[in-house]
């Protein structure tokens, strides 16, 4: 049986490319985070990364379904730092993603929808997912998981809300995007357990929900982006932050 390729190039090729200690790519899984998970529990190493062709149970925050067809780039990427906040390190990764779009679609098109979206257009092009394991109160792990469409279909019913690499650059690939991706993630948690006042900054040039008005998860309108990652609204009340939440426009 041929072992799984990513554009031609061999887990073993791009383990050396990335400057990564493994890659494992995989036809058909559940869920890439899934598998960093196992293979975290069983001593895998910090930068191991999981590329998977389909994901059939993908997932995104709150247990909502990520459709993940061939054509996609469906990465797990294994973390352990000594210590970590999960929503830190989602929006950080939003950063290197929203960067990575721009540069294969040749201009600044990604936006940052917080907490974990990057949009063209307004529509959903790739999300972060960050899942930390704990024994008692100490971290053991992060998993990392990043979906982006790149030249999979997007069902027709989600053509209003999705879109994908390839709409705006006929030849983008997964292997340029990965490029682009996996050797800056493994350093994420370099700049400590608060974005750093540039990095608040990035994400300020990239908030899309920033200016609008909230339904969910408070009422009120969007005001950036906090040090610790949370969201900030002016409500009725005054300024507030929250942490966690689905987002609903009103």
Known sequence: MTSPTLDGIPAA???RRWGVPQVSLVSTVGSTLD????LADAGAPAGTVVLAEVQTAGR???GR??????????????????A???GVYAIRAGLVVADAVDDLAGGPVARLKWPNDVVIGGRKVAGILCEGRWQGEALQWLALGIGCNVTNEIPGELSGVATRLADHRP??????LGDRLVPALPRLGAAGLRLTDAEVRAFAGRDWLRGRTLRTPLAGRAAGLAADGA????TAGGLASVREGHVELA
């Open 13 to 15: 090729g791009l383990a």
């Open 35 to 38: 598998t960093i998970h196992g």
């Open 60 to 62: 995104g925050r709150d």
């Open 65 to 82: 379904t990520w459709r993940s067809p061939s054509g996609g780039f469906w990465l797990g990427l294994l973390l352990r730092p000594a």
């Open 84 to 86: 970590s906040d999960p």
């Open 171 to 176: 030849d983008a690939t997964r292997l340029a």
């Open 231 to 234: 969201l900030l609204v002016e």
